[in-house]
């Protein structure tokens, strides 16, 4: 079973219920690229109205985590994954419609297999940026992901 964008949105509306009130949706998945829109709109909003960093880091975290799911589900393996860290940076102020796109794809094939191999645990760094409208940047994430092979 190949994970879709419509597969993920379903998933989001169950699994992360505040993700979906936010508005983020996916666009776009495939092996080397993932692409997670959100609107700025009242209920994501900061005071400056702008849209929340957090909103922005579900956004973001989506559109890496969703390409590392669909590579474990493609493995066959029963592998797990966590974030274990995050760094963000903020470039200009998010409003309007912002596509959050990581491109990392051929980055995570390289540690999947590593660990299938070693039975090790591995962490990779996966990034993503968030554009605005007008193809400015707004904010970038890169989040260290941790998996494991399951025994």
């Known amino acids: ?9 379903g998933f989001i509306i169950f699994k992360l219920p505040a993700a979906f ?11 080397n690229k993932c692409v997670v829109t959100v609107k700025h709109r009242w209920i994501n909003q900061n005071p400056f109205k702008s849209m ?5 880091g579900m956004a973001a975290e ?8 669909s590579k ?5 393996k029963r592998i797990s994954m966590l974030v274990t860290s995050n760094q963000a940076r903020f470039t200009k102020k998010a409003t309007g419609r912002i596509s ?11 540690v999947l297999s ?13 990034k993503s ?22 025994t």
């Open 1 to 9: 079973m190949s994970l879709t964008p419509r597969k993920l949105n």
């Open 21 to 31: 009130m936010c508005g983020v949706r996916t666009k776009y998945l495939d092996t």
């Open 52 to 56: 929340f960093w957090a909103v922005q």
């Open 62 to 69: 989506f559109s890496t985590g969703a390409i590392m799911t």
């Open 72 to 76: 474990i589900q493609s493995s066959g």
């Open 100 to 110: 959050f796109t990581c491109y990392d794809g051929h980055l995570i094939d390289e």
């Open 114 to 126: 590593k660990a299938i191999q070693t039975g090790e645990g591995q962490t990779i760094d996966l």
């Open 129 to 150: 940026v968030g554009v605005d409208e007008h193809g400015d940047e707004v904010s970038s994430f890169t989040f260290e992901w941790s998996i494991k092979l399951k």
